[in-house]
């Protein structure tokens, strides 16, 4: 069965360090997100990625926050100088017809 | 802004009997709703979804209801497991390709 694979499954990073999460999504699929669940809060939508380009954003997706599909199959996010605040587990997903499927996640923990 | 809402956050059942968590909405909008299971240190797997012209949908021991009226749906699980013990997050959408909101979670106990 396809999956959502994401790498690493944990990193750990200091304040202020640059960091990508990285995603390979289902191969057919077209629509393209991260998400992230801060410890013991709800999943929040972060950013949707169609075509090539960012389709919505949430509040969170700063300015710190990119995304990129460098080729075919990787999906990465990058946070260009990490806060303490932004330790969560991160999850990406895609989806096709209604059908949305979830990563592992990565835990980010941010010292 | 909390659109989709569980305002339970646990519940606890005897293995055999039925649970049922609980989900509301406040938009409008959405007219597809999505139940997710969830495992410490896993992501979110896809249980059962419900579109807004159906008001029940039914998959081996999971069924959804949805109550567009009152904005309101459930998942009964029946008969419930000890391994269906989890958080089961309801989340909801309006088109496809648009972004999922979750509601906060319900932790599901299932005891032996």
């Known amino acids: 069965e396809p999956e959502v694979t994401q790498t690493p499954s944990h990193q750990v990073t200091q304040m202020g360090q640059e960091v990508i999460l990285r995603c390979v999504p289902i191969?057919?699929?077209?629509?393209f997100y991260w998400y992230r669940q801060i410890l013991g809060q709800k999943v929040e939508f972060l950013v949707s990625?169609?075509?090539?380009?960012?389709?919505?954003k949430s509040e969170i997706f700063d300015d710190q926050f990119s995304v990129e599909r460098p080729d075919g199959s990787n999906f990465t996010l990058k946070i260009r100088s990490t806060k303490l605040e932004d330790s969560a587990m991160y999850f990406c997903?895609?989806?096709?017809?209604?059908?949305?499927?979830f990563g592992p996640g990565t835990r980010l923990t941010v010292l | 802004d909390q659109q989709v809402k569980q305002n339970s956050p646990s519940l606890s059942v005897q293995e055999g009997r039925i649970s049922i968590l609980n989900c509301d909405y406040t938009?409008?909008?959405?007219?597809?709703f999505l139940w997710y299971k969830k495992y410490p240190a896993e992501g979110p797997t896809f249980l059962i979804s419900?579109?807004?012209?159906?008001d029940k949908n039914e998959d081996g021991r999971f069924t959804v209801f949805l109550n567009k009226s009152a904005k309101h749906l459930s998942l009964h699980i029946v008969p419930s497991q000890p391994g269906d013990s989890a958080v089961y997050f309801c989340?909801?959408?309006?088109?496809?390709?648009?972004?999922?909101?979750f509601g906060a979670g319900t932790i599901l106990r299932v005891k032996s």
């Open positions: 997903a895609s989806e096709e017809g209604l059908a949305w499927f």
């Open positions: 191969s057919n699929h077209l629509y």
């Open positions: 990625f169609y075509n090539n380009e960012i389709s919505e």
């Open positions: 938009n409008s909008m959405f007219d597809y």
């Open positions: 419900i579109s807004s012209i159906k």
């Open positions: 989340a909801a959408t309006n088109r496809v390709g648009n972004k999922l909101v």
